[in-house]
């Protein structure tokens, strides 16, 4: 079975522009988290979708960032316009409950590195 | 905020040496999970403990939820090499939909 997928893995930008991250959930799952890991501040949580709808976008850092869900396998994290303390490795994960249900399964990251 | 802290942050050691890393919290957890991840990759679960004093063993690695259920170590017996990676403790937020993370700890086994 096909986990999660994210694309790209790697991405350089330069300051201001637009950079899109994609992740395929697995199939049947319909809990989708979108979190943030670097060195200083560890994985944080960015947003949760439950069956497509944002239920938690609290830990989104600002209105450069935003997140849909377009169907029940598919999300992207958008972030415009970019800026060099946004670097950092993106990770989304999917469970197939409401939620957070036992286990989260990540994907395998976007390093994101912006000039 | 329910917070999880966890030492050492960074650990290197030879290969054949026992280990114990912690993760503390100031806030009962309904449970607490340990999950493992490898250079370029994603996090991956190793253990979820749910009743206080529990003991979990997967093969060399050792899983204990303090009584009181705000701590949790993990042990491993005789390390080798591919034991390397980021040992992160998680547990649920408040609310119960969300997982909060430790920052880590950072292990390399030499061999």
């Known amino acids: 079975d096909a986990g999660v997928i994210q694309s790209p893995r790697h991405e350089v930008t330069e300051m201001g522009q637009e950079v899109t991250l994609r992740c395929k959930l697995i199939s049947g799952h319909n809990s989708l988290f979108w979190y943030r890991q670097t060195m200083m501040r560890g994985l944080e949580l960015l947003i949760y979708?439950?069956?497509?709808?944002?239920?938690?976008d609290s830990g989104m850092p600002e209105d450069r960032f935003s997140a849909k869900m377009p169907n029940a396998s598919f999300s992207t994290l958008k972030i415009q316009p970019s800026e060099p303390r946004d670097s950092a490795v993106y990770f989304c994960?999917?469970?197939?409950?409401?939620?957070?249900?036992?286990?989260?399964?990540f994907g395998e990251g976007s390093r994101l590195t912006v000039l | 905020t329910q917070l999880l802290e966890q030492s050492p942050q960074f650990l290197s050691i030879q290969e054949g040496e026992n280990l114990t890393v912690y993760c503390n919290s100031s806030s009962v957890f309904s449970s607490l999970q340990w999950y493992r991840q490898e250079p370029g990759e994603g996090p991956v679960l190793l253990v979820t403990?749910?009743?206080?004093?529990e003991v979990k063993k997967l093969k060399r690695l050792t899983f204990q939820f303090g009584d009181a259920r705000k701590d949790s170590s993990l042990h491993i017996t005789a390390a080798q090499p591919g034991d390397t990676g980021l040992y992160l403790c998680a547990g649920p937020h408040s609310g119960y939909s969300t997982l909060t993370f430790g920052k880590g700890t950072m292990l390399l086994v030499s061999p």
């Open positions: 403990v749910v009743t206080g004093g």
């Open positions: 994960a999917s469970t197939p409950g409401q939620g957070y249900t036992g286990e989260l399964f």
């Open positions: 979708f439950n069956n497509n709808v944002p239920i938690d």
